[in-house]
């Protein structure tokens, strides 16, 4: 029997159906265990400051996920334009805590206001 599934298929099934041991292997796996994907260290783990977004995060988990992402090759600008585009999916509040969050991961002093756009 021959079968036209793509590669990741058996993988997407197990996770789709909340396979014990593919979860338990997944969660305790480490940044470089996780690098089978495509996606690239910077790509990688700029999906993981959007997610920290998405979920509302504390600002150690912003520091770490930034510190991650520079160190893969991300630029601050980078980072901003991650928030900037799930900003419409996660809405206002989402976004202005994200940016409190991540404006001293990045470096920015938030007591000093400059020229608003």
Same mark, same amino acid.
């Given at each position: 029997m021959t079968t036209n599934e793509p590669p990741y298929a058996d993988l997407m099934r197990r996770l789709a159906l909340n396979e014990g041991r593919t979860l338990d292997a997944l969660m305790a796996s480490?940044? *470089? +265990?996780? *690098?089978?994907? +495509?996606?690239? +260290?910077?790509?990688? #783990?700029? #999906?993981?400051?959007a997610a920290l977004i998405a979920t509302g995060s504390t600002a150690a988990s912003y520091q770490w996920a930034v510190a991650v992402a520079l160190s893969a090759g991300a630029t601050p600008r980078d980072v901003l334009d991650v928030l900037l585009s799930v900003a419409p999916v996660v809405g206002v509040a989402r976004v202005a805590s994200a940016a409190l969050a991540l404006a001293p991961a990045l470096g920015v002093e938030l007591d000093v206001l400059g020229p608003c756009e």
């Open positions: 480490s940044l *470089h +265990e996780i *690098h089978s994907t +495509e996606l690239g +260290e910077k790509t990688f #783990a700029l #999906a993981r400051v």
